[in-house]
């Protein structure tokens, strides 16, 4: 069984162009090594059944914030394909995993959502 998440995490700072190239692969990279498959297997998601296979696609880009600026955002589907069950994407896991990594520049600043598609 399949199930599928969205996850945004919202850096709260905008970037010049010279900035955005840098900030954008290290934002990347932090959601690269956050949803790592040793951090599934530390618990990242659950289930009744195994785990067989996760898959995700990671899109980075500034977006307009509510205030009227921008702010760098990393977007990810997250796919996790279990033997006979639904599995759950581990929210306060995944927090912690990216606010504590030595990649994130941007502190508390940082928002994370975390939303099923099904």
């Known amino acids: 069984m399949k199930s599928t998440f969205f996850i945004s995490v919202h850096s709260g700072r905008d970037y010049n162009p010279e900035d955005y190239a840098r900030t954008a692969d290290v934002l990347a990279n932090l959601m690269k090594e956050a949803l790592s498959s040793e951090n599934f ?18 899109e980075i880009s500034l977006q307009p914030t509510q205030e009227g600026g921008r702010e760098l955002v990393a977007e990810c589907v997250v796919d996790i394909t279990t033997d006979d069950y639904r599995a759950n994407l581990e929210k306060p896991f995944l927090t912690k995993l990216i606010k504590n990594s030595k990649l994130n520049e941007w502190g508390d600043r940082m928002r994370i959502t975390k939303k099923a598609a099904d």
Do not use: C, P
Request: charged share 30%; no cysteine; net charge negative.
């Open 41 to 58: 297997e530390a618990g990242l998601a659950k289930s009744k059944g195994s785990i067989t296979e996760v898959q995700n696609e990671i």
